[in-house]
């Protein structure tokens, strides 16, 4: 695994569900967090994720972008991220394997940890997935909110399952 920089780019952004903090590299996003009631925490909290300080900027058009997706993602509005540059460098290679898979889940839809599994090859391995979503540095641009138990119970969500549950009916997927 390549360690990303320890000084990163950064900013914050407070959406209807509470304030995100986002960083990035040379490579692309770093991480992102969920929302926190405030943004010193989202910051702090992110700081904390990747192991790694991150410097505000303005005018930075990656985080500018991510920014605005973001805010409108949690207004509940259909946003792409695909198009987002991620920093593939975090993580293990297994959960790169697991990031990109449910990276292209489609909005509305939901995959069961042993669907995403098998999906990469790796069927026996669904709690290993539960992991790699508990580590997702990416949250929604890589949707493990779509991320469900196999009997359709909503599992675990770093952002307690009141925000797994919302964000899932507010993509229609409940």
Not at 18 to 47: D, I, Q
Not at 83 to 88: A, C, K, Q, V
Not at 160 to 170: A, F, H, R, V
Request: a neutral charge.
């Amino acid at each position: 695994m390549v360690e990303v920089p320890r000084r990163l780019k950064g900013t914050t952004v407070v959406t209807p569900m509470g304030c995100v903090a986002l960083a990035r590299s040379a490579e692309g996003l770093v991480g992102v967090t969920l929302p926190k009631p405030n943004c010193e925490m989202a910051a702090y909290r992110l700081m904390e994720e990747i192991g790694a300080e991150f410097d505000p900027v303005e005018g930075d058009e990656l985080l500018e972008a991510v920014a605005d997706l973001l805010r409108r993602f949690y207004e509940g509005e259909e946003v792409d991220f695909s198009g987002i540059e991620l920093d593939w460098r975090v993580g293990t290679p297994f959960f790169r394997d697991v990031w990109r898979f449910v990276r292209k889940v489609p909005r509305g839809r939901t995959v069961t940890y042993g669907e995403v599994a098998a999906a990469i090859g790796r069927p026996r391995a669904a709690r290993a997935v539960g992991m790699a979503m508990s580590r997702n540095p990416w949250p929604p641009i890589v949707p493990c909110h779509r991320v469900v138990g196999s009997d359709g119970g909503l599992g675990g969500f770093g952002g307690g399952l009141e925000m797994k549950k919302k964000m899932l009916e507010m993509e229609g997927a409940l």
